[in-house]
């Protein structure tokens, strides 16, 4: 069973800036596709970005395309989601998710974090 373990949250002021981190506790890590997810106060979860088992190929959501970039480091098993010129309607408990796909979809994922919260401020 994959075990997913986010950190980085936490609160900035509208502008700011914070750099989340995903770490899945597989073996094959670098053959899992990886997704961040969202869920805001009354909100459905969301797709965020998504990103290929190799790093080569990437997918956003257009709500945060050209702020956001996720990115991974195979070598430690570890996932990243940058987030820049946050706004208060990035504020969410963002999720990390690791599967044999990577896409815009909650169903293709197998292995999900707890999340971490994100609340950004005006």
């Known amino acids: 069973q994959v075990q997913v373990v986010e950190s980085g949250g936490g609160s900035v002021q509208a502008g700011g800036s914070l750099r989340l981190s995903c770490t899945a506790s597989?073996?094959?890590?670098?053959?899992?596709?990886m997704g961040w997810f969202r869920q805001g106060p009354g909100k459905e979860r969301e797709f965020v970005a998504a990103?290929?088992?190799?790093?080569?190929?990437?997918t956003y959501a257009d709500s945060v395309k050209g702020r956001f970039t996720i990115s991974r480091d195979n070598a430690k098993n570890t996932g990243y989601l940058q987030m820049n010129s946050l706004q208060p309607e990035d504020t969410a408990v963002y999720y990390c998710?690791?599967?044999?796909?990577?896409?815009?979809?909650?169903?293709?994922?197998?292995?999900w974090g707890q999340g971490t919260q994100v609340t950004v401020s005006s």
């Open positions: 998710a690791v599967g044999e796909h990577y896409s815009g979809s909650p169903y293709d994922y197998t292995g």
């Open positions: 597989v073996r094959t890590f670098s053959t899992y596709g």
């Open positions: 990103i290929s088992w190799s790093g080569g190929s990437t």
